[in-house]
């Protein structure tokens, strides 16, 4: 589902950002699942991939569940400038030290507060650890991003573009939530 999920996001995600100086890509995950971080292996591989066809450029990773997790997870990778998780899947003692220096943006919805109390928590510990990071919430918002899609999908494309191209003035949303120790309402 996620996948699938993933596909109009990745379209409004590049009506944020310059086609004529981006890539989009998508990760094929070999297995379904984490599977002891099957998926974060296939992030990296597919980074590695990225980095032999084009060479050095600077990545946002797009995220959705635990494509969310496996997404802040490859960000140990050096051409990662940040990461934008949409509900991700985030165990209690996730690492976080891979995010130094990046901008960590994640997005969840207010229909489970257990999940909107983890998001907290690791955007907590990922500034603890030098990372810019936030998050916002999508009100009557699930983890599906199916109610209220067109925000979720908006908010993703702004969140991406901010951190290809931070840009003052822009997007102002974003960086409310990277400025706040609470979560910001979309």
Known sequence: ?????????????????????????????????????AAEVDALRALSELNRLVGDVPVVLLGHGMGGRAALRAAVHPQVLGVVALTPWLPKEEPVCQLAGRNILLIDGDSIAEARAAAMHYAEKARTAGARAGVLVVRHGGPEMVRRAAVW??????????????????????????????PVVV
Do not use: K
Request: hydrophobic share 40%.
């Open 1 to 37: 589902m996620s996948a699938l999920r993933m596909r109009p996001v990745m379209r409004v995600a590049a009506s944020a950002v310059l086609l004529d100086e981006t890539l989009l890509g998508q990760v094929c995950y070999r297995q379904r699942g984490w599977n002891g971080g």
């Open 153 to 182: 999908h908006r908010t993703a494309a702004m969140a991406v573009g901010q951190v290809l191209r931070p840009r003052i003035g822009h997007d102002h949303l974003v960086r409310q939530g990277w400025g706040s120790s609470g």
